[in-house]
Nanobody, 117 residues
Framework: QVQLVESGGGLVQPGGSLRLSCAAS????????MGWYRQAPGKQRDLVAR???????YYADSVKGRFTISRDNAKNTVYLQMNSLKPEDTAVYYC???????????WGQGTQVTVSS
């Protein structure tokens, strides 16, 4: 299995910004679409952003215009820049391949994002 480690979460006020990072223990990025998922308490885990091997992004409507996904294949790292954060963005954020689990990618611990005043 390939381990994924997310970081960069925290507590931020509404309207603030955070940048999440995800590093992999193996080279899975160059051969897979990568995505950021989030799971709020009591809800299912949903894909919020995806980036293709060539760098083309996709965003869920709920984050479009506020979040930006990027990747650095050489560093086996994918990023999520989150701006204009809202309380409804509060969740644990995970990265994985899209679809999840390709190339042996295992879910990591995630990183908690809390948006609150």
């Amino acid at each position: 299995q390939v381990q994924l480690v997310e970081s960069g979460g925290g507590l931020v006020q509404p309207g603030g910004s955070l940048r999440l990072s995800c590093a992999a223990s193996g080279n899975i990025f160059s051969s897979n679409y990568m995505g950021w998922y989030r799971q709020a308490p009591g809800k299912q885990r949903d894909l919020v952003a995806r980036i293709t091997n060539g760098g083309s992004p996709y965003y869920a409507d709920s984050v479009k215009g506020r979040f930006t996904i990027s990747r650095d294949n050489a560093k086996n790292t994918v990023y999520l820049q989150m701006n204009s954060l809202k309380p409804e963005d509060t969740a644990v954020y995970y990265c994985n391949t899209v679809p999840a689990g390709r190339s042996g990618a295992a879910w990591g611990q995630g990183t908690q994002v809390t948006v609150s005043s």
